[in-house]
């Protein structure tokens, strides 16, 4: 059975940082096609914000516009987890953090396309 715990959120000032852990069981990291990281907002549509292409010529890493240079998405084969470091942490990155695994993954920020979904962590930022 394949698992994905997320763990790491909490409540920081705006400018604080943030380490998300993505735990993989029943499946493995290198051998996973795609992890990505979504959130979602109260009242907002769940998007995706970072991925990882995790095994071919090498990690390729993927991240919207607005947590570029902020976010480093990274993984460990031997703890079987991906990592979504996040600095600068703004207001608006308040939300529910997700970790999906998918086998296919044609566009790493459709939701769709992942096969295997966490719970969820909460990450809170306050002005």
């Known amino acids: 059975q394949v698992r994905l715990v997320e763990s790491g959120g909490g409540s920081v000032q705006a400018g604080g940082s943030l380490r998300l852990s993505c735990v993989l069981s029943g499946y493995t990291v290198y051998n996973t096609n795609c992890i990505g990281w979504f959130r979602q907002a109260p009242g907002k549509e769940r998007e995706g914000i970072a991925a990882?292409?995790?095994?071919?010529?090498?990690?390729?890493?993927h991240y919207v516009d607005s947590v570029k240079g902020r976010f480093t998405i990274s993984q460990d084969n031997a703890k079987n987890t991906v990592f979504l470091e996040m600095n600068s942490l703004k207001p608006d990155d308040t939300a529910l953090y997700s970790c999906?695994?998918?086998?296919?993954?044609?566009?790493?920020?459709?939701?769709?396309?992942?096969?295997?979904w966490g719970q969820g962590t909460q990450v809170t930022v306050s002005s």
């Open positions: 999906a695994a998918g086998a296919f993954v044609g566009y790493w920020d459709r939701d769709g396309d992942y096969d295997y």
């Open positions: 990882i292409y995790t095994a071919g010529v090498g990690p390729r890493a």
